[in-house]
């Protein structure tokens, strides 16, 4: 599923490619894939040009000059570049046609969705999403989410995951986050010490950044995953040792998400 790292990834990639050109054609294939009508939506973006590619959380975003397409790849959306007259695979759902290439939008699974929103709108569509801070926003502090976790007597791994704390964290991005910070996924959010929280900071974008260099656990727009899966040290490991400390990764149901963990490491705070 891509996550913050692999939407971010995207954005970089495509950045380089389609700013400042225009979208020439639009072609969609299935209608669930976009919110809006479909003669709505592509008579809309058709012959406009991509001022900005941008990221909210794990939403894709092209600038366009009045309008912005918000993208969400939910469970297997990806992005590939390809020549004009490349063959359309059976999952391809929406192609932008650009001067000399032409950008596919994938997804077997068919959870992913597309909008197009007026730029005076789109504040106020993240403010619905009741989306929480980026992780290398300066707002994120301890006291910050030690004032959002206060109320919630619950495992930090859910709370990692709800996206109206920290912005952008999955399920394996919050398996090593944790254990970099060497916190039980399991522990109760809100007796977590600001110490236990620092941690919890510096780790998210250690681990953001670690898999930025590695462009994610995901197929990017050259169809090449990302091999940050090579350097993953809990997730996936069930039943292999700790590379900090020889005990077997185990793994288990934490907020009804299979997590994994060093139960030597990673020792429940009380």
């Not at 950045?15 to 939506?41: M, P, Q, T």
């Not at 920290?166 to 394996?172: A, P, Q, S």
Request: aromatic letters at 12%; one cysteine or more; proline letters at 3%.
């Amino acid at each position: 599923m891509p996550e913050l790292v692999e939407v971010e990834t995207t954005r970089r990639d495509l950045s380089k490619i389609i700013e400042n050109k225009r979208i020439n054609k639009v072609d969609v294939f299935l209608d669930k894939i976009v919110y809006n009508k479909k003669k709505e939506f592509i008579n809309t973006i058709e012959n406009q040009r991509v001022q900005k590619v941008k990221r909210r959380g794990k939403w894709l975003l092209f600038e366009l000059e009045k309008n912005y397409i918000i993208i969400h790849f939910r469970m297997e959306g990806r992005f590939y570049l390809l020549p004009l007259d490349a063959k359309i695979d059976k999952h391809d759902y929406v192609i932008f046609y650009f001067d000399d290439f032409s950008l596919h939008y994938n997804d077997p699974r068919l959870f992913g969705k597309m909008e197009v929103i007026k730029k005076e709108n789109i504040d106020k569509f993240f403010n619905d999403k009741k989306l929480g801070l980026e992780y290398d926003d300066p707002l994120l502090t301890p006291k910050y989410l030690k004032d959002k976790f206060k109320t919630h007597h619950t495992d930090i791994k859910k709370m990692l995951l709800d996206q109206s704390f920290i912005t952008g964290i999955g399920n394996i991005y919050a398996d090593e986050i944790l254990f970099e910070s060497k916190i039980n996924p399991k522990s109760y959010a809100d007796k977590l010490s600001k110490n236990k929280l620092q941690a919890i900071i510096d780790n998210t974008k250690a681990v953001f950044e670690r898999s930025l260099k590695y462009k994610g656990t995901y197929p990017n727009i050259d169809g090449k995953r990302g091999t940050f899966e090579n350097y993953l040290k809990v997730h996936m490991r069930e039943n292999k040792p700790c590379y900090d400390c020889d005990s077997l990764i185990i793994k288990e149901k934490v907020g009804g998400r299979g997590t994994y963990y060093c139960p030597n490491c990673q020792k429940k705070c009380k």
